[in-house]
């Protein structure tokens, strides 16, 4: 389900009738553009006319000759090119303060695009809807997918974009601005500069900026403005007094005509203000609310809550005013008063920033006790028109939370997964204990919320506070709900720490009580009994819990939920040694997943990973683990970040490298340990145990080998070791435990160790007898790893069956596989282990970090801007898996790379 958008955000704000032409400012503008920068920054104060610009820029961009046609040879400068700018299309934007979630941000900047080219980004806008929508990254990359291919030139503009207080979407922005085709122009309009490289890009020529001092109205321009626009007829020397007085500063040019209309002693007034924008806004206001009648200094003060305004919506505030909405709109909107059309059909509009800021702690001064009312009235239009996060800031602002709670729960779907976590997160955190503690569902949304950012620090605790709160509560079946729902978050919790047991008692507490319909959660922790019982080794039991998720997930569009249950199904298959039925429902799950996938679907990817690995496809495999890595890498507490290092580690290791190999899993315990990915560290531990033996230290083998119970592991060692009397013995007892569990797979590895050790023990028949049975279980599947990786005892005996006739075609090419093996790596070379690896410049701005360098001092010695360094030290971090510099130095250090 999701939410209704705001159409008025994608609109160009239409070019002022009268307006003032600025042709200095549009030809900087437009060079920036014929010098292929990047990025536009427009940032200067409130009310200096960046807006304005803007929309009178594009205007002329669309409609007047462009300075960017290419000239014939020889035909003049600049100034004197000519034609028409073929193709260009812009995509308008205008963010407020809710556009700090990024989901909501993305959300519309996407259909802001779709506005200039249609369809693009539609995989990832329906992503979005999902209740776990993909990383911001993972979405951007499916939009400039799309984009990249469009002819012609595309303008994105964000307006106000220091309404954004979020480092989420400042890094998506960044982003979008390191990889923009070069079609994408973007443009942003900014109080404050952003948080983005623009170090980086003024030094590399990308970035045009037009800041404060180039806003100003000049005198030439502030006597236009005044005559043409305000109707005065000043004096030169007046216009002068007055520009001097503002400093070109529009908004205040603008207060000041205002104050002026209608006055003889138009000297006198010019005299009678000075000083700081701050005095002369507060008094220029009052002089402007005093000379308007009584009823229309009430609507500007009681609509001043309202960020966008049309006629309804203001009827809605004012009930009993005598003048319509509409009309008053209008009539501002004439005269000049600081209010900015929307839409070209002039009903929606807004207030200028500044002039808004002003009302708003007007009304604070006189009116203090009717703005919780005027709140509820606009969160109750906001909610009849199905603009429900509109309700919901309206609602926390008049302070009624029962409202807030009741629009949070929604209709069918919470908000909090239709793009609302954010702000409702904000929200709650400014709330008393004591208030959430009287509406237990707040702590639970709290804790949904969380989760819902992938965050699971915290969850636990708003999980006790909303049991606790409810001790008291009446058992009826809303409550029972609750409980049930508090109880799925603990499943949630579970796991994220891979805890069987948690998960299966919280589980069996949360479908007692959840209600019956509550179909999509009831789903959800299906699929995680399915998980608990494969953690277990219970592979029946959780084969039918995924059949069962899947099938209802299915049938209610869940896709999330049908995408993991169909990952769980295909390990099962994989368990079963059913590669071609395993390969089948991975791709499944992919479709599931859709474009872009969400995190979980790196689970698909490592899957196919394994497959491919085992047909000795070792090409596709790592094509595989290199898509499921970035996706694994967004989720905060999962271990598949580990799993994918450890199968690059097994590639390396059958490539021959040994000491890539050593260096992934070196990185791989490290972080299974601080992470406490217990799970991890007996597979980590048998790769070990393979590397050791490769490289002819049985004694490290064998102590990686009995850190875990990993019986085939120690069967290994005791054959390098040449004790194949006692690998017998372990691999008889562990084929017998595989056997009576059903776990086909183990089965299979197990029988094709014991004719590799009969054939050691000197028992030639014995062990192409089990050969035998084993080719004939794996021929149907393609199985060819499984015997490759046993080495050459494996290809003597297989030599030997050819030579009797045993499964001719098969043990054929499974020869084959042999002899295209590489020699090991030479002891001593040395590989970059990291998935994304360290560029040149990253490596060495890393040594320097290790050497106790401060970020201003690898500045001067590599010549770099403050900015740049800080952003070497981000992807440094990030690839590294890291938070702070010692920890970075550390992982180096482990990794090998300093």
Not at 60 to 72: H, I, K, Q, W
Not at 219 to 226: P, S, Y
């Amino acid at each position: 389900m999701s939410t209704l958008m705001l159409a008025t955000k994608l609109y160009i704000p239409p070019v002022r009738p009268r307006a003032v032409l600025r042709p200095r400012l549009i030809e900087r503008l437009n060079e920036g553009l014929s010098l292929g920068c990047k990025l536009t920054l427009i940032s200067a104060p409130a009310g200096s006319g960046k807006t304005t610009l803007l929309s009178e820029w594009i205007a002329a961009l669309v409609a007047a000759p462009s300075p960017l046609a290419p000239l014939p040879e020889g035909e003049g400068k600049m100034e004197g090119v000519r034609g028409k700018m073929e193709g260009v299309r812009v995509a308008w934007l205008s963010l407020d303060e809710g556009d700090s979630d990024p989901a909501r941000f993305l959300t519309y900047l996407i259909a802001a695009l779709q506005t200039a080219a249609p369809g693009v980004g539609e995989g990832a806008l329906a992503a979005l809807q999902a209740p776990q929508p993909p990383p911001a990254e993972a979405i951007l990359t499916a939009v400039l997918n799309d984009l990249a291919p469009l002819p012609g030139r595309l303008i994105l503009a964000l307006d106000d974009y220091h309404a954004i207080d979020a480092p989420a979407v400042d890094q998506a922005l960044a982003f979008l601005l390191q990889n923009l085709p070069p079609g994408l122009h973007l443009v942003l309009a900014s109080r404050e500069d952003p948080p983005l490289p623009l170090a980086r890009l003024r030094a590399r020529g990308q970035l045009s900026e037009l800041r404060a001092a180039d806003l100003r109205f000049s005198q030439e321009e502030a006597a236009q403005f005044l005559s043409r626009v305000m109707g005065l007829n000043l004096s030169p020397a007046e216009v002068a007094a007055l520009e001097a007085r503002t400093e070109g500063w529009i908004a205040g040019l603008h207060l000041a005509a205002l104050s002026m209309q209608g006055r003889t002693d138009t000297a006198a007034f010019i005299e009678a203000f000075s000083g700081s924008h701050r005095f002369v806004l507060d008094y220029l206001l009052e002089e402007v609310l005093q000379r308007q009648p009584a009823g229309m200094q009430e609507f500007l003060l009681r609509t001043a809550i309202l960020g966008r305004l049309c006629g309804p919506l203001c009827d809605a505030l004012l009930p009993s005013s005598p003048a319509r909405g509409q009309e008053t709109l209008a009539w501002l909107e004439r005269a000049n008063l600081f209010i900015v059309p929307l839409d070209n059909e002039r009903r929606w509009y807004r207030y200028h920033h500044l002039f808004g800021e002003l009302l708003r702690q007007r009304l604070q001064q006189q009116l203090p006790g009717d703005i919780a009312e005027l709140h509820t009235r606009a969160s109750a239009w906001y909610e009849a028109n199905g603009l429900e996060l509109e309700a919901l800031h309206h609602a926390t602002a008049a302070g009624d939370v029962a409202r807030a709670e009741r629009l949070i729960e929604g209709r069918g779907m919470p908000l909090q997964f239709r793009g609302g976590a954010v702000p409702i997160l904000n929200w709650l955190a400014t709330l008393p204990a004591a208030v959430l503690d009287a509406h237990p569902v707040l702590w639970i949304t709290y804790a949904s919320a969380l989760l819902m950012i992938g965050q699971v620090v915290g969850v636990a605790e708003k999980a006790d506070a909303a049991e606790l709160a409810m001790q008291n509560a009446a058992p009826d079946e809303r409550t029972r709900d609750l409980i049930g729902r508090i109880a799925s978050i603990r499943v949630t919790v579970a796991v994220t720490q891979h805890r069987p047991e948690e998960i299966l008692a919280q589980a069996q507490r949360a479908l007692e009580h959840l209600n019956p319909a509550n179909v999509p959660v009831r789903a959800s922790i299906t699929w995680a009994v399915g998980y608990a019982r494969h953690l277990r080794g219970e592979r029946v039991a959780a084969r039918l819990a995924y059949i069962e998720a899947l099938a209802i997930c299915e049938s209610i569009g869940h896709h999330l939920i049908a995408m993991m249950a169909a990952i769980g199904l295909a390990a099962m298959a994989l368990g079963d040694n059913q590669l071609h039925q395993a390969e089948q429902t991975y791709r499944r799950a992919l479709e599931l997943a859709g474009d872009p996938p969400p995190p979980p679907a790196c689970g698909a990817h490592l899957g196919l990973a394994q497959l491919y690995y085992e047909w000795n496809d070792l090409d596709k495999a790592q094509e595989h683990v290199l898509l499921a890595a970035p996706l694994a890498r967004r989720i905060e507490t999962t271990d598949r970040w580990v799993a994918c290092e450890l199968f690059l580690a097994r590639l390396k290791l059958t490539h021959g490298d040994a000491t890539g190999a050593a260096i992934l899993l070196a990185a791989a315990e490290q972080t299974a340990r601080e992470h406490n990915y217990a799970q991890e560290l007996p597979q980590i531990a048998a790769v070990q145990t393979l590397l050791h033996v490769q490289r002819g230290d049985l004694t490290a083998a064998a102590r990686a080998a009995d850190t875990h119970p990993l019986p085939l592991s120690r069967a290994r060692v005791l054959l390098a070791q040449g004790d194949a009397a006692g690998a017998l013995t372990i691999l008889a007892a562990y084929r017998q435990e595989v056997e009576a569990r059903g776990w086909a797979d183990q089965r299979l590895q197990a029988m094709i160790l014991q004719a590799v050790a009969w054939q050691a023990h000197g028992e030639r028949d014995k062990a192409l007898h089990l050969l035998v049975e084993a080719l004939a279980l794996a021929e149907p599947e393609g199985f060819v790893r499984a015997f490759v990786d046993e080495g050459a005892p494996m290809a003597q005996l297989l030599v030997q069956a050819a030579a009797r006739g045993i499964a001719p075609t098969y043990s054929t090419r499974l020869l084959a596989a042999f002899a295209a093996e590489p020699p090991p790596q030479a002891v001593g070379a040395r590989s970059q282990p990291l998935i994304d690896p360290l560029s040149e410049r990253e490596l060495e701005v890393l040594r320097l970090i290790a050497q106790g360098l401060s970020n201003q001092e690898i500045g001067a010695r590599l010549f770099l801007a403050l900015d740049t360094v800080k952003g070497h030290n981000r992807h440094i971090f990030d690839k590294l898996q890291v938070q702070r510099r010692t920890e970075a130095v550390a992982r180096a250090r482990a990794l090998g790379l300093v």
